[in-house]
Each structure stands twice: as C-alpha cells, then as structure tokens.
C-alpha cells in the first residue's frame, strides 16, 4: 500500500499564499509504479474537483480557475509532489486531497486525508 501525508494548508488573506506538501511512503513496489501525482480539492456542498496533476515525465494539468496562480512540482528522490497557491480568493476555499495513479489506471489509486485551505476575503 501507498500512503499520502499533507502538509501546509491553513488560514490565509485574499492575495496570500500557500504552499502544499505531499509525501509518498509505503511499499516501494507502489511507489515505482506511480505516474500521476496531483491535488484535488472539494468544497462545502460541491463535488470533488481536480485542481493540478503532473505525471513522472513532468507533464503537468491545470484546471481552468487555477492557470497561472496555482503550480505543481515534483521532487521523485523524495516522492513528493508540490502545490503552490498565489494570488488567492475566496472561491479557492476548500479540502485540499493529494492523489496518485499507477501507469495502469485511469482513477487516482491513492488518496491523501487532505489539508483545509481557508481564504478570508
């Protein structure tokens, strides 16, 4: 099995920033077979929603709400992947859940138990 810890999530101003960790540890087979890491986040009475993804290669995935605020990065040595949160609002209020797929999957594999991001306006 894999397991995902976040970090970083908290209290912010509209304009702030954050900063998102997310460790991988476990069964080493699992974690060799990981391609897609990436963050999800979920609001109160909303469904689940994919916010960034990048693949092993470093290809990464934006949604459209978070292009050119939010970053993802990846460091493999440490099985970590990143999120970073510029320019805030209040609409980006959520649980933030970090994610991985295996190469042979369609649908993360894994799921982290999330961090709560609060922006006050």
């Known amino acids: 099995q894999v397991q995902l810890v976040e970090s970083g999530g908290g209290l912010v101003q509209a304009g702030g920033s954050l900063r998102l960790s997310c460790a991988a540890s476990?069964?080493?087979?699992?974690?060799?077979?990981?391609?897609?890491m990436g963050w999800y986040r979920q609001a109160p009475g909303k469904q689940r929603e994919l916010v960034a993804t990048i693949t092993r290669g470093g290809e990464t995935n934006y949604a459209d709400s978070v292009k050119g605020r939010f970053t993802i990065s990846r460091d493999s040595t440490k099985n970590t992947v990143y999120l970073i949160l510029n320019s805030l609002k209040p609409e980006d209020t959520a649980v933030y859940y970090c994610s991985a797929q295996t190469f042979s999957a369609t649908i993360p594999d894994y799921w982290g138990q999330g961090t709560q991001v609060t922006v006050s306006s």
């Open positions: 476990g069964s080493l087979f699992r974690i060799i077979i990981i391609n897609t």
